[in-house]
Protein backbone atom coordinates (compact mmCIF):
# COMPACT_ATOMS: atom_id res chain seq x y z
CA UNK A 1 0.00 0.00 0.00
CA UNK A 2 2.83 2.29 1.06
CA UNK A 3 4.45 1.42 -2.42
CA UNK A 4 1.33 2.49 -4.07
CA UNK A 5 1.50 5.89 -2.01
CA UNK A 6 4.56 6.99 -2.83
CA UNK A 7 4.15 5.69 -6.53
CA UNK A 8 1.05 8.10 -6.58
CA UNK A 9 3.17 11.12 -5.11
CA UNK A 10 5.59 10.79 -7.89
CA UNK A 11 3.42 10.39 -10.74
CA UNK A 12 1.05 13.44 -9.53
CA UNK A 13 4.16 15.50 -9.31
CA UNK A 14 4.80 14.96 -12.68
CA UNK A 15 1.68 15.95 -13.36
CA UNK A 16 2.35 19.30 -11.85
CA UNK A 17 5.93 19.00 -13.37
CA UNK A 18 3.77 18.68 -16.67
CA UNK A 19 1.69 21.93 -16.30
CA UNK A 20 4.62 24.48 -15.02
CA UNK A 21 6.27 23.25 -18.34
CA UNK A 22 3.13 23.63 -20.05
CA UNK A 23 2.76 27.39 -18.71
CA UNK A 24 6.38 27.80 -19.65
CA UNK A 25 5.73 26.98 -23.12
CA UNK A 26 2.31 28.39 -23.36
CA UNK A 27 1.63 30.98 -20.71
CA UNK A 28 -1.90 31.57 -22.27
CA UNK A 29 -2.94 27.39 -21.38
CA UNK A 30 -5.40 27.18 -18.91
CA UNK A 31 -4.93 24.20 -15.88
CA UNK A 32 -7.93 22.09 -15.16
CA UNK A 33 -6.55 19.02 -13.11
CA UNK A 34 -3.84 16.82 -13.14
CA UNK A 35 -4.17 13.21 -11.00
CA UNK A 36 -2.27 10.32 -10.93
CA UNK A 37 -4.04 7.20 -11.96
CA UNK A 38 -3.49 3.48 -12.10
CA UNK A 39 -1.21 3.87 -15.30
CA UNK A 40 0.46 7.07 -14.74
CA UNK A 41 -1.10 10.67 -14.68
CA UNK A 42 -2.67 13.34 -17.13
CA UNK A 43 -2.93 16.29 -17.09
CA UNK A 44 -6.55 18.08 -18.80
CA UNK A 45 -5.88 21.74 -20.29
CA UNK A 46 -7.85 24.04 -21.86
CA UNK A 47 -4.96 25.92 -24.49
CA UNK A 48 -5.48 28.63 -27.06
CA UNK A 49 -4.47 26.61 -29.82
CA UNK A 50 -5.02 22.62 -29.68
CA UNK A 51 -1.78 20.64 -28.97
CA UNK A 52 -0.13 18.45 -31.32
CA UNK A 53 1.13 14.90 -31.20
CA UNK A 54 4.63 16.28 -32.52
CA UNK A 55 4.38 19.05 -29.47
CA UNK A 56 4.86 16.26 -27.22
CA UNK A 57 8.77 15.65 -27.15
CA UNK A 58 9.57 19.55 -26.87
CA UNK A 59 6.90 19.44 -23.86
CA UNK A 60 9.00 16.06 -22.75
CA UNK A 61 12.54 18.55 -23.03
CA UNK A 62 10.81 21.11 -21.28
CA UNK A 63 9.61 19.14 -18.30
CA UNK A 64 13.10 17.59 -18.02
CA UNK A 65 15.03 21.05 -18.09
CA UNK A 66 12.58 21.87 -15.47
CA UNK A 67 13.49 18.66 -13.10
CA UNK A 68 17.24 19.39 -13.51
CA UNK A 69 16.52 22.53 -11.63
CA UNK A 70 15.69 20.19 -8.48
CA UNK A 71 13.23 23.09 -7.28
CA UNK A 72 11.85 22.17 -3.82
CA UNK A 73 7.96 21.28 -3.95
CA UNK A 74 6.23 23.49 -1.25
CA UNK A 75 2.94 22.97 0.16
CA UNK A 76 1.19 24.88 1.98
CA UNK A 77 -2.73 26.05 2.31
CA UNK A 78 -3.57 29.55 1.77
CA UNK A 79 -6.86 31.94 2.12
CA UNK A 80 -9.05 31.29 -0.38
CA UNK A 81 -9.56 34.93 -1.65
CA UNK A 82 -5.65 34.88 -2.06
CA UNK A 83 -6.31 31.95 -4.21
CA UNK A 84 -8.83 33.44 -5.95
CA UNK A 85 -6.41 36.08 -6.63
CA UNK A 86 -4.03 33.83 -8.30
CA UNK A 87 -6.66 32.00 -10.34
CA UNK A 88 -8.89 35.32 -11.46
CA UNK A 89 -8.51 34.68 -15.54
CA UNK A 90 -9.37 30.33 -15.12
CA UNK A 91 -12.61 29.70 -14.08
CA UNK A 92 -12.00 25.98 -13.56
CA UNK A 93 -9.92 26.52 -10.76
CA UNK A 94 -12.51 29.17 -9.53
CA UNK A 95 -14.49 26.35 -9.69
CA UNK A 96 -12.46 23.95 -7.97
CA UNK A 97 -11.95 26.42 -5.11
CA UNK A 98 -15.09 27.35 -4.58
CA UNK A 99 -16.06 23.55 -3.73
CA UNK A 100 -13.51 23.25 -1.42
CA UNK A 101 -15.11 23.31 2.14
CA UNK A 102 -13.38 25.75 4.62
CA UNK A 103 -11.61 29.19 4.21
CA UNK A 104 -8.03 27.98 2.95
CA UNK A 105 -6.94 25.69 -0.16
CA UNK A 106 -3.98 23.51 -0.58
CA UNK A 107 -1.38 25.35 -3.11
CA UNK A 108 1.42 23.14 -4.51
CA UNK A 109 4.68 25.21 -5.52
CA UNK A 110 7.75 24.72 -7.41
CA UNK A 111 9.91 27.68 -8.38
CA UNK A 112 7.60 30.45 -9.64
CA UNK A 113 5.28 28.17 -10.31
CA UNK A 114 1.91 27.32 -8.17
CA UNK A 115 -1.46 24.44 -8.79
CA UNK A 116 -4.06 24.37 -6.96
CA UNK A 117 -3.59 20.92 -5.09
CA UNK A 118 -4.41 18.71 -1.60
CA UNK A 119 -0.99 18.09 -1.72
CA UNK A 120 1.51 14.72 -1.59
CA UNK A 121 4.44 15.48 -3.75
CA UNK A 122 8.13 14.46 -3.72
CA UNK A 123 10.51 16.62 -2.35
CA UNK A 124 11.76 18.03 -4.77
CA UNK A 125 11.36 18.09 -9.15
CA UNK A 126 14.82 16.44 -9.40
CA UNK A 127 13.31 13.15 -8.13
CA UNK A 128 11.40 13.17 -11.37
CA UNK A 129 13.08 11.63 -13.81
CA UNK A 130 11.64 8.06 -15.04
CA UNK A 131 8.68 9.52 -16.46
CA UNK A 132 7.43 9.90 -20.28
CA UNK A 133 4.36 10.98 -22.63
CA UNK A 134 1.84 8.96 -23.44
CA UNK A 135 -0.29 11.03 -25.72
CA UNK A 136 -2.87 13.35 -26.31
CA UNK A 137 -6.33 13.28 -26.28
CA UNK A 138 -9.61 15.14 -26.00
CA UNK A 139 -11.43 15.24 -22.56
CA UNK A 140 -14.09 17.67 -21.33
CA UNK A 141 -14.43 19.33 -18.31
CA UNK A 142 -15.85 17.22 -15.14
CA UNK A 143 -16.57 14.62 -17.77
CA UNK A 144 -19.47 16.03 -18.71
CA UNK A 145 -19.63 16.15 -22.43
CA UNK A 146 -22.40 19.03 -22.40
CA UNK A 147 -18.87 20.57 -20.92
CA UNK A 148 -16.17 22.93 -22.08
CA UNK A 149 -13.85 20.34 -24.05
CA UNK A 150 -10.78 20.20 -23.37
CA UNK A 151 -7.19 18.35 -24.21
CA UNK A 152 -5.70 15.45 -22.46
CA UNK A 153 -2.10 15.18 -21.79
CA UNK A 154 -1.54 11.43 -20.50
CA UNK A 155 1.84 10.39 -19.33
CA UNK A 156 3.65 7.61 -17.03
CA UNK A 157 6.45 8.27 -14.35
CA UNK A 158 8.12 5.58 -12.39
CA UNK A 159 10.90 5.25 -9.54
CA UNK A 160 13.53 3.50 -11.49
CA UNK A 161 14.42 3.60 -15.29
CA UNK A 162 14.28 -0.56 -15.26
CA UNK A 163 10.36 0.12 -14.54
CA UNK A 164 9.62 2.83 -16.76
CA UNK A 165 11.45 0.31 -19.56
CA UNK A 166 9.41 -2.66 -18.51
CA UNK A 167 6.55 -0.40 -18.81
CA UNK A 168 7.48 0.62 -22.43
CA UNK A 169 8.16 -2.92 -23.19
CA UNK A 170 4.72 -3.79 -22.33
CA UNK A 171 2.96 -0.74 -24.25
CA UNK A 172 4.64 -1.50 -27.39
CA UNK A 173 3.69 -5.38 -27.49
CA UNK A 174 0.12 -3.75 -26.65
CA UNK A 175 0.20 -1.87 -29.80
CA UNK A 176 1.47 -4.42 -31.52
CA UNK A 177 -1.13 -7.21 -30.20
CA UNK A 178 -3.85 -4.24 -30.39
CA UNK A 179 -7.39 -6.37 -31.00
CA UNK A 180 -8.10 -4.06 -33.35
CA UNK A 181 -5.48 -4.49 -35.54
CA UNK A 182 -5.86 -8.42 -34.97
CA UNK A 183 -9.41 -7.90 -35.88
CA UNK A 184 -8.50 -6.74 -39.09
CA UNK A 185 -5.50 -8.55 -40.14
CA UNK A 186 -7.13 -11.91 -39.12
CA UNK A 187 -10.59 -11.34 -40.94
CA UNK A 188 -12.20 -11.35 -37.44
CA UNK A 189 -14.38 -8.08 -37.50
CA UNK A 190 -14.47 -4.72 -38.43
CA UNK A 191 -16.12 -0.99 -37.87
CA UNK A 192 -17.90 0.99 -40.25
CA UNK A 193 -18.29 5.13 -40.21
CA UNK A 194 -21.95 3.60 -40.78
CA UNK A 195 -22.58 2.80 -37.01
CA UNK A 196 -19.31 4.16 -34.82
CA UNK A 197 -18.99 1.90 -31.94
CA UNK A 198 -21.16 -1.10 -33.80
CA UNK A 199 -18.98 -3.71 -34.48
CA UNK A 200 -19.28 -6.09 -37.81
CA UNK A 201 -18.74 -9.65 -37.14
CA UNK A 202 -17.00 -11.23 -40.32
CA UNK A 203 -17.34 -15.27 -40.51
CA UNK A 204 -14.21 -16.31 -38.63
CA UNK A 205 -15.38 -13.48 -35.70
CA UNK A 206 -18.50 -14.56 -35.12
CA UNK A 207 -17.62 -18.37 -35.02
CA UNK A 208 -15.11 -17.16 -32.23
CA UNK A 209 -18.37 -15.81 -30.49
CA UNK A 210 -20.66 -18.69 -31.15
CA UNK A 211 -17.98 -20.63 -29.54
CA UNK A 212 -17.60 -19.07 -26.55
CA UNK A 213 -21.25 -18.74 -26.34
CA UNK A 214 -21.72 -22.20 -26.70
CA UNK A 215 -19.27 -23.58 -24.31
CA UNK A 216 -21.05 -21.20 -21.58
CA UNK A 217 -24.75 -23.17 -22.86
CA UNK A 218 -22.99 -26.63 -21.69
CA UNK A 219 -22.13 -25.33 -18.45
CA UNK A 220 -25.56 -23.55 -18.40
CA UNK A 221 -27.34 -26.56 -18.81
CA UNK A 222 -25.57 -29.14 -16.26
CA UNK A 223 -26.70 -26.02 -13.70
CA UNK A 224 -30.01 -25.74 -14.66
CA UNK A 225 -30.69 -22.56 -15.81
CA UNK A 226 -33.14 -22.20 -18.39
CA UNK A 227 -32.03 -19.64 -21.40
CA UNK A 228 -34.08 -16.93 -22.93
CA UNK A 229 -34.62 -14.08 -25.23
CA UNK A 230 -36.17 -11.00 -24.43
CA UNK A 231 -36.70 -7.88 -27.07
CA UNK A 232 -34.44 -5.53 -27.94
CA UNK A 233 -36.57 -2.27 -27.23
CA UNK A 234 -39.20 -1.72 -24.65
CA UNK A 235 -41.58 1.19 -23.72
CA UNK A 236 -40.30 3.70 -22.15
CA UNK A 237 -42.39 3.24 -18.99
CA UNK A 238 -40.72 -0.26 -18.25
CA UNK A 239 -37.59 1.80 -18.11
CA UNK A 240 -38.82 4.40 -15.98
CA UNK A 241 -40.36 1.57 -13.49
CA UNK A 242 -36.62 -0.59 -13.52
CA UNK A 243 -35.35 2.79 -12.72
CA UNK A 244 -32.62 2.47 -15.63
CA UNK A 245 -34.24 5.27 -17.04
CA UNK A 246 -33.02 7.90 -14.14
CA UNK A 247 -29.74 6.42 -14.19
CA UNK A 248 -28.79 5.58 -17.70
CA UNK A 249 -30.76 7.93 -19.19
CA UNK A 250 -27.83 9.56 -21.02
CA UNK A 251 -26.63 6.97 -22.50
CA UNK A 252 -29.79 4.93 -23.95
CA UNK A 253 -31.21 5.05 -27.18
CA UNK A 254 -34.59 5.96 -28.20
CA UNK A 255 -36.99 4.81 -30.48
CA UNK A 256 -40.56 6.68 -31.27
CA UNK A 257 -43.67 4.52 -32.80
CA UNK A 258 -47.20 4.89 -32.83
CA UNK A 259 -47.01 7.39 -30.73
CA UNK A 260 -45.37 5.57 -27.68
CA UNK A 261 -41.64 5.61 -27.16
CA UNK A 262 -39.52 2.89 -26.77
CA UNK A 263 -35.95 2.22 -25.57
CA UNK A 264 -33.00 0.39 -26.73
CA UNK A 265 -32.16 -2.26 -23.64
CA UNK A 266 -29.22 -0.90 -22.25
CA UNK A 267 -29.59 -4.51 -19.62
CA UNK A 268 -31.56 -7.24 -19.77
CA UNK A 269 -33.06 -7.38 -16.27
CA UNK A 270 -36.52 -5.84 -16.64
CA UNK A 271 -36.97 -8.68 -19.81
CA UNK A 272 -36.45 -11.46 -17.54
CA UNK A 273 -38.43 -9.56 -14.63
CA UNK A 274 -41.78 -9.94 -17.26
CA UNK A 275 -41.19 -13.13 -17.90
CA UNK A 276 -41.02 -14.13 -14.24
CA UNK A 277 -44.21 -12.06 -13.40
CA UNK A 278 -46.26 -14.00 -16.29
CA UNK A 279 -47.76 -16.39 -13.46
CA UNK A 280 -47.64 -16.71 -9.67
CA UNK A 281 -44.59 -18.59 -8.64
CA UNK A 282 -44.00 -21.11 -6.26
CA UNK A 283 -41.07 -21.79 -3.73
CA UNK A 284 -40.67 -25.07 -5.85
CA UNK A 285 -39.56 -22.81 -9.20
CA UNK A 286 -37.17 -21.70 -6.88
CA UNK A 287 -34.13 -21.08 -7.59
CA UNK A 288 -35.17 -20.12 -11.44
CA UNK A 289 -32.79 -19.19 -13.25
CA UNK A 290 -32.85 -17.50 -16.58
CA UNK A 291 -29.94 -16.97 -18.90
CA UNK A 292 -29.75 -14.61 -21.67
CA UNK A 293 -27.30 -13.67 -24.34
CA UNK A 294 -28.33 -10.08 -24.44
CA UNK A 295 -27.56 -7.68 -26.63
CA UNK A 296 -27.02 -4.57 -25.05
CA UNK A 297 -26.71 -0.84 -26.35
CA UNK A 298 -24.92 1.70 -24.22
CA UNK A 299 -24.08 5.21 -25.86
CA UNK A 300 -20.83 5.87 -25.44
CA UNK A 301 -18.58 9.72 -26.21
CA UNK A 302 -16.78 8.57 -29.60
CA UNK A 303 -13.64 9.87 -27.70
CA UNK A 304 -13.91 6.75 -25.72
CA UNK A 305 -14.75 4.32 -27.95
CA UNK A 306 -11.84 1.92 -28.31
CA UNK A 307 -12.78 -1.20 -30.64
CA UNK A 308 -14.70 -4.23 -28.98
CA UNK A 309 -12.98 -2.91 -25.35
CA UNK A 310 -15.58 -0.28 -25.50
CA UNK A 311 -18.30 -0.40 -27.76
CA UNK A 312 -21.70 0.61 -28.03
CA UNK A 313 -23.12 -2.28 -28.41
CA UNK A 314 -22.19 -5.61 -26.85
CA UNK A 315 -23.63 -9.17 -25.76
CA UNK A 316 -23.49 -10.10 -21.89
CA UNK A 317 -23.66 -13.56 -21.19
CA UNK A 318 -26.09 -12.38 -18.64
CA UNK A 319 -28.39 -14.51 -16.23
CA UNK A 320 -30.56 -13.94 -13.50
CA UNK A 321 -31.56 -15.98 -10.57
CA UNK A 322 -34.79 -15.58 -8.53
CA UNK A 323 -34.21 -17.00 -5.38
CA UNK A 324 -34.86 -16.83 -1.89
CA UNK A 325 -32.48 -14.93 0.56
CA UNK A 326 -31.64 -18.18 2.18
CA UNK A 327 -30.56 -19.91 -1.33
CA UNK A 328 -28.05 -17.09 -1.99
CA UNK A 329 -25.06 -18.43 -0.71
CA UNK A 330 -25.77 -21.95 -2.97
CA UNK A 331 -26.51 -20.10 -5.61
CA UNK A 332 -23.00 -17.60 -5.49
CA UNK A 333 -21.56 -20.60 -4.52
CA UNK A 334 -22.25 -22.03 -8.21
CA UNK A 335 -21.48 -19.05 -10.21
CA UNK A 336 -17.57 -18.95 -8.46
CA UNK A 337 -17.04 -22.37 -9.38
CA UNK A 338 -18.32 -22.11 -13.00
CA UNK A 339 -16.15 -18.38 -13.38
CA UNK A 340 -13.30 -19.93 -12.14
CA UNK A 341 -13.93 -23.33 -14.70
CA UNK A 342 -14.53 -20.83 -17.83
CA UNK A 343 -11.50 -18.36 -16.77
CA UNK A 344 -9.22 -21.26 -16.26
CA UNK A 345 -10.44 -22.71 -19.61
CA UNK A 346 -9.52 -19.48 -21.15
CA UNK A 347 -6.07 -19.65 -19.92
CA UNK A 348 -6.43 -17.14 -16.63
CA UNK A 349 -4.98 -18.09 -14.03
CA UNK A 350 -4.20 -15.13 -12.33
CA UNK A 351 -7.60 -14.02 -10.95
CA UNK A 352 -8.59 -11.76 -8.12
CA UNK A 353 -11.56 -11.53 -6.23
CA UNK A 354 -13.47 -7.87 -4.49
CA UNK A 355 -16.64 -8.49 -2.49
CA UNK A 356 -18.09 -4.59 -2.25
CA UNK A 357 -20.56 -4.02 0.93
CA UNK A 358 -23.44 -1.85 1.91
CA UNK A 359 -22.73 1.86 1.43
CA UNK A 360 -24.03 4.77 2.95
CA UNK A 361 -27.28 5.46 1.35
CA UNK A 362 -28.47 1.50 0.92
CA UNK A 363 -31.83 0.09 0.49
CA UNK A 364 -33.56 -2.72 2.09
CA UNK A 365 -32.86 -3.90 5.76
CA UNK A 366 -29.65 -4.06 7.62
CA UNK A 367 -30.37 -7.77 8.20
CA UNK A 368 -31.16 -8.60 4.48
CA UNK A 369 -27.84 -6.96 3.69
CA UNK A 370 -26.17 -8.81 6.41
CA UNK A 371 -27.99 -12.29 5.18
CA UNK A 372 -26.81 -11.58 1.16
CA UNK A 373 -23.11 -10.08 2.37
CA UNK A 374 -22.17 -13.28 4.31
CA UNK A 375 -23.58 -15.14 1.72
CA UNK A 376 -21.41 -13.88 -0.47
CA UNK A 377 -18.49 -14.41 1.98
CA UNK A 378 -19.24 -17.82 2.53
CA UNK A 379 -19.54 -18.67 -0.76
CA UNK A 380 -16.16 -17.57 -1.68
CA UNK A 381 -14.65 -19.18 1.21
CA UNK A 382 -16.33 -22.81 0.50
CA UNK A 383 -14.96 -21.87 -2.73
CA UNK A 384 -11.63 -21.20 -1.21
CA UNK A 385 -10.59 -18.63 -3.13
CA UNK A 386 -8.83 -15.70 -1.49
CA UNK A 387 -10.90 -12.34 -1.79
CA UNK A 388 -10.41 -8.90 -0.78
CA UNK A 389 -13.17 -6.74 0.45
CA UNK A 390 -14.28 -3.34 -0.03
CA UNK A 391 -16.21 -1.57 2.88
CA UNK A 392 -19.10 0.29 1.83
CA UNK A 393 -18.90 0.21 -2.14
CA UNK A 394 -21.69 -1.75 -3.02
CA UNK A 395 -24.53 -0.64 -5.18
CA UNK A 396 -27.56 0.88 -2.94
CA UNK A 397 -29.83 -2.14 -3.63
CA UNK A 398 -27.33 -4.94 -2.59
CA UNK A 399 -23.51 -6.20 -2.40
CA UNK A 400 -21.26 -7.73 -5.30
CA UNK A 401 -18.60 -9.97 -6.07
CA UNK A 402 -16.09 -8.74 -8.68
CA UNK A 403 -13.66 -11.18 -10.66
CA UNK A 404 -10.45 -9.36 -11.82
CA UNK A 405 -7.50 -11.30 -13.81
CA UNK A 406 -4.42 -10.48 -15.43
CA UNK A 407 -3.43 -11.40 -18.89
CA UNK A 408 -0.23 -12.11 -20.53
CA UNK A 409 0.77 -8.59 -20.60
CA UNK A 410 0.56 -8.02 -17.05
CA UNK A 411 -2.86 -6.00 -17.49
CA UNK A 412 -5.93 -6.04 -15.34
CA UNK A 413 -9.19 -6.73 -16.62
CA UNK A 414 -12.59 -6.76 -15.10
CA UNK A 415 -14.78 -9.84 -16.18
CA UNK A 416 -17.22 -11.57 -14.78
CA UNK A 417 -19.53 -9.72 -11.55
CA UNK A 418 -22.60 -11.16 -9.33
CA UNK A 419 -25.05 -8.69 -8.04
CA UNK A 420 -27.49 -9.25 -5.47
CA UNK A 421 -30.63 -7.21 -5.90
CA UNK A 422 -33.63 -6.13 -3.52
CA UNK A 423 -34.34 -3.07 -5.22
CA UNK A 424 -35.72 -4.83 -8.40
CA UNK A 425 -38.05 -7.47 -6.58
CA UNK A 426 -39.66 -4.53 -4.87
CA UNK A 427 -39.97 -2.08 -7.29
CA UNK A 428 -41.67 -5.02 -9.88
CA UNK A 429 -43.12 -6.31 -6.55
CA UNK A 430 -42.35 -10.00 -7.68
CA UNK A 431 -43.46 -13.23 -5.41
CA UNK A 432 -43.34 -15.89 -4.85
CA UNK A 433 -45.94 -18.41 -2.76
CA UNK A 434 -43.74 -20.32 0.31
CA UNK A 435 -44.14 -23.30 1.69
CA UNK A 436 -46.65 -22.15 4.20
CA UNK A 437 -48.36 -20.40 1.58
CA UNK A 438 -47.69 -16.90 2.35
CA UNK A 439 -46.70 -14.78 -0.53
CA UNK A 440 -42.74 -13.82 -0.17
CA UNK A 441 -40.31 -11.38 -1.85
CA UNK A 442 -37.59 -13.50 -3.74
CA UNK A 443 -33.95 -11.77 -4.16
CA UNK A 444 -32.98 -11.15 -7.53
CA UNK A 445 -28.80 -12.06 -8.40
CA UNK A 446 -27.19 -10.98 -11.57
CA UNK A 447 -24.43 -12.46 -12.71
CA UNK A 448 -22.48 -12.40 -15.74
CA UNK A 449 -19.15 -14.37 -16.36
CA UNK A 450 -17.05 -13.30 -19.47
CA UNK A 451 -18.90 -9.97 -18.61
CA UNK A 452 -19.54 -8.75 -22.87
CA UNK A 453 -18.59 -11.50 -25.26
CA UNK A 454 -17.25 -9.57 -27.34
CA UNK A 455 -15.07 -7.80 -25.12
CA UNK A 456 -13.60 -11.14 -23.51
CA UNK A 457 -12.95 -12.05 -26.89
CA UNK A 458 -10.43 -8.75 -27.20
CA UNK A 459 -9.29 -9.66 -24.10
CA UNK A 460 -8.08 -13.30 -25.60
CA UNK A 461 -6.73 -11.80 -28.68
CA UNK A 462 -4.57 -9.68 -26.81
CA UNK A 463 -3.79 -12.12 -24.41
CA UNK A 464 -2.54 -14.95 -26.77
CA UNK A 465 -1.27 -12.34 -29.01
CA UNK A 466 -3.57 -13.28 -31.90
CA UNK A 467 -2.75 -16.81 -31.64
CA UNK A 468 -5.94 -18.17 -30.26
CA UNK A 469 -5.48 -21.97 -29.16
CA UNK A 470 -6.59 -24.64 -30.92
CA UNK A 471 -9.96 -25.59 -29.25
CA UNK A 472 -11.13 -21.89 -29.41
CA UNK A 473 -9.43 -21.08 -33.25
CA UNK A 474 -12.17 -20.23 -36.03
CA UNK A 475 -9.92 -22.17 -37.90
CA UNK A 476 -8.32 -25.45 -36.35
CA UNK A 477 -7.00 -26.95 -39.27
CA UNK A 478 -5.65 -26.15 -42.74
CA UNK A 479 -4.86 -28.66 -45.70
CA UNK A 480 -2.23 -27.61 -47.55
CA UNK A 481 -1.21 -29.84 -50.80
CA UNK A 482 2.23 -29.81 -52.43
CA UNK A 483 0.60 -30.52 -55.83
CA UNK A 484 -2.94 -30.49 -57.26
CA UNK A 485 -2.40 -34.32 -57.67
CA UNK A 486 -2.79 -34.57 -53.83
CA UNK A 487 -6.21 -32.73 -54.02
CA UNK A 488 -8.70 -35.70 -54.16
CA UNK A 489 -6.86 -37.57 -50.73
CA UNK A 490 -6.93 -34.33 -48.73
CA UNK A 491 -10.34 -33.69 -49.95
CA UNK A 492 -10.96 -37.19 -48.30
CA UNK A 493 -9.03 -35.85 -45.42
CA UNK A 494 -11.22 -32.93 -45.04
CA UNK A 495 -14.35 -34.61 -45.24
CA UNK A 496 -13.42 -36.80 -42.38
CA UNK A 497 -11.63 -34.11 -40.11
CA UNK A 498 -15.03 -32.09 -40.10
CA UNK A 499 -17.30 -35.48 -40.06
CA UNK A 500 -15.47 -35.49 -36.29
CA UNK A 501 -16.22 -31.91 -35.67
CA UNK A 502 -13.47 -29.80 -36.36
CA UNK A 503 -13.42 -26.68 -38.19
CA UNK A 504 -11.08 -27.28 -40.95
CA UNK A 505 -10.54 -25.96 -44.56
CA UNK A 506 -8.56 -26.22 -47.38
CA UNK A 507 -6.13 -23.99 -49.66
CA UNK A 508 -7.48 -24.12 -53.01
CA UNK A 509 -4.98 -21.84 -54.82
CA UNK A 510 -2.57 -23.73 -57.05
CA UNK A 511 0.45 -21.74 -54.80
CA UNK A 512 3.99 -23.08 -54.39
CA UNK A 513 3.52 -24.81 -50.98
CA UNK A 514 5.52 -21.72 -48.95
CA UNK A 515 3.17 -19.39 -50.27
CA UNK A 516 0.17 -21.55 -48.66
CA UNK A 517 2.27 -22.08 -45.23
CA UNK A 518 2.65 -18.56 -45.19
CA UNK A 519 -0.87 -17.52 -45.60
CA UNK A 520 -1.88 -20.15 -42.67
CA UNK A 521 0.92 -18.67 -40.58
CA UNK A 522 -0.83 -15.25 -41.06
CA UNK A 523 -4.27 -16.32 -40.16
CA UNK A 524 -3.02 -18.33 -37.16
CA UNK A 525 -4.04 -21.40 -37.81
CA UNK A 526 -2.65 -23.80 -35.26
CA UNK A 527 -2.30 -27.20 -37.29
CA UNK A 528 -1.76 -27.11 -40.75
CA UNK A 529 -1.57 -30.27 -42.55
CA UNK A 530 0.79 -30.68 -45.52
CA UNK A 531 0.19 -33.54 -47.81
CA UNK A 532 2.77 -34.20 -50.83
CA UNK A 533 3.23 -37.59 -53.30
CA UNK A 534 5.06 -39.03 -50.10
CA UNK A 535 1.72 -38.59 -47.94
CA UNK A 536 -0.95 -39.20 -50.77
CA UNK A 537 0.80 -42.69 -51.13
CA UNK A 538 1.05 -44.10 -47.48
CA UNK A 539 -1.67 -42.74 -46.66
CA UNK A 540 -0.37 -39.87 -43.68
CA UNK A 541 -0.11 -36.64 -42.63
CA UNK A 542 3.12 -34.18 -42.12
CA UNK A 543 1.60 -32.04 -39.56
CA UNK A 544 2.87 -28.33 -39.59
CA UNK A 545 2.14 -26.42 -36.38
CA UNK A 546 1.86 -22.34 -35.70
CA UNK A 547 4.92 -22.32 -34.54
CA UNK A 548 7.19 -24.42 -37.43
CA UNK A 549 7.77 -27.67 -35.67
CA UNK A 550 6.50 -30.64 -37.83
CA UNK A 551 5.58 -34.26 -37.87
CA UNK A 552 6.05 -36.61 -40.08
CA UNK A 553 4.14 -39.74 -40.52
CA UNK A 554 0.98 -39.26 -38.99
CA UNK A 555 -2.31 -41.46 -39.36
CA UNK A 556 -5.76 -40.55 -39.19
CA UNK A 557 -6.67 -41.74 -36.13
CA UNK A 558 -3.30 -40.13 -35.00
CA UNK A 559 -3.92 -37.00 -36.13
CA UNK A 560 -7.65 -36.95 -34.31
CA UNK A 561 -6.56 -38.55 -30.87
CA UNK A 562 -4.09 -35.52 -30.75
CA UNK A 563 -6.89 -32.90 -31.83
CA UNK A 564 -8.92 -34.43 -29.45
CA UNK A 565 -6.51 -33.50 -26.51
CA UNK A 566 -5.73 -30.00 -27.57
CA UNK A 567 -9.81 -29.34 -27.56
CA UNK A 568 -9.81 -30.31 -24.31
ZN1 LIG B 1 -0.10 18.46 -6.04
ZN1 LIG C 1 -29.57 -7.73 -14.53
Avoid at 157 to 170: G, S
Avoid at 409 to 425: A, I, K, Y
Wanted: include cysteine.
Amino acid sequence: MKKEQELNQLRHSTAHLLAHAITELYPNTKLTIGPATPEGFFYDFLPETNFKEDDLPKIETKMREIADRKLPIEHKQIPKEQARKLYKDNPFKLELIDQIEGDTVGMAQQGDFFDLCKGGHVEHTGLLKNFTLLGISGSYWRADREGQALQRIAGTAFFTPKELRAYEKRRQEALKYDHRKLGRELDLFSFHEAGPGFPFFHPKGKMVINLLTNYLRTLLEKDDYQEIDTPLMLSDELWKQSGHYDHYRDSMYFSQMDERAYAIKPMNCPGAILIYKERPRSYRELPMKLAEFGLVHRYELSGVLHGLFRARTFTIDDAHIFCTPDQIEAEVLKVVQMTFQVLKRFGFDDITIGVSTKPENAMGDDSLWEKATSALKNALEQAKVPYQVYEGEGAFYGPKIEFRIKDSMGREWQCGTVQVDFFLPKNFNLEYVSPAGIKERPVIIHRAIYGSLERFFAILLEHYKGKLPFFIAPIQIKILTITDEQKPYAMQLLEKIKAHGYRATIDESSDPINGKIKIAQQQQVPWMLILGPKEAENNTIALRYRDGKQEFGITLDQLLEKATKANQ
